[in-house]
């Protein structure tokens, strides 16, 4: 979790970044910036001293610029080049916090390119599905996770699961959050990607666990009535679960609203006790 100087920081990147991919030609364009900033993550993640350099708000901005243009204009294309300029400008609350928002603004370019060729959705639902998947696989879960494993042998292992089932940016995110987990837990990092997809499109995700399967007339008139209640659009990712027993668990963000026939036993249970 990114410390609110950071968050704050972020966000105006963010906006700066749709800002430049909806002003060049073709979306396309912006798939650079995602390239050029995946390959600088992997970079500082290495260079303690030039990411600390970097995300220090004692050091001159120009000087920055300076530093990054020696180290890397030769190897760094003008668009994430600028990205990178842009970010480093910014108050950050600790260098970590900094290559993260970079890896999130990877993400975001990778998106923004799925977005215009129509992919976005499929996006969307593969990473909701696989977070899924490790949270009902605990081996699997195991082994993505083994930092004694080495790096390709753990993205030779993904690429093997599911290549031929999602796209290649798709597989790319997996990977990334996979062979750099920056602390967070894979299930959080895949829900984290996954809610930024549906964020671009200007859409909350409803988190809706069931104790039966729901099907897609049913998960239409869940997410419109969600959406009423929030007043803006909701994407509705659903987990069975039968221990819920009856009715639905619904989050949305830091929200949750549980309906579930377990929820009010235990209500009815905590009653009785007082």
């Known amino acids: 979790m990114l410390a609110a100087a950071s968050r704050g ?15 060049l030609p073709e979306a396309a364009g912006v798939g650079g910036v995602a390239n050029g900033l ?3 993550v992997r970079l500082l993640d290495g260079a303690g001293q030039l990411r600390r350099t ?3 708000p004692t050091t001159d901005a120009q000087a920055k610029n300076d530093l990054l243009d020696n180290l ?17 400008a910014q108050r950050w609350s ?19 390119v799925a977005q215009s060729d129509g992919t976005l959705d ?20 195991a082994a993505l996770t083994d ?29 990334q959050v996979i062979t750099t987990p920056r602390g967070r837990t894979l299930e959080a990092s895949l829900e984290e990607y996954a809610t930024l997809a549906a964020s671009i499109r200007s859409r909350s995700v409803a988190t809706v666990t069931s104790a039966v399967a729901l099907d897609d007339e049913q998960q239409t008139r869940l997410a419109a009535a969600i959406g009423r209640s929030l007043g803006r659009a909701v994407q509705v990712q659903v987990e069975v679960d ?5 009715g639905l668990v619904v989050r949305v963000g830091d929200e949750v609203i549980d309906g579930s026939t377990l929820h009010r036993l235990r209500e009815a249970r905590r009653a009785l006790a007082s």
């Open 94 to 112: 600790g260098a970590r916090d900094m290559v993260d928002a970079l890896e999130v603004l990877a993400v975001q370019a990778r998106f923004l």
């Open 9 to 23: 920081a972020l966000a105006a990147a963010r906006t700066r970044l749709t800002e430049l991919a909806a002003g």
């Open 38 to 40: 995946f390959a600088v």
């Open 54 to 56: 970097l995300a220090d």
């Open 147 to 175: 930092t004694q494993v080495p790096v390709d042998r753990r993205r030779q292992l993904v690429t093997g699961l599911i290549s031929d089932r999602v796209g290649a940016a798709t597989l790319e995110v997996i990977e």
């Open 122 to 141: 499929e996006i969307e639902d593969a990473l909701f599905r696989f977070a899924r998947i490790i949270t009902r696989e605990p081996e699997l879960r």
């Open 72 to 88: 890397l204009g030769s190897q760094l294309d003008p668009l994430p080049m600028q990205v990178l300029k842009d970010v480093v």
């Open 242 to 246: 039968p221990k819920v027993v009856g």
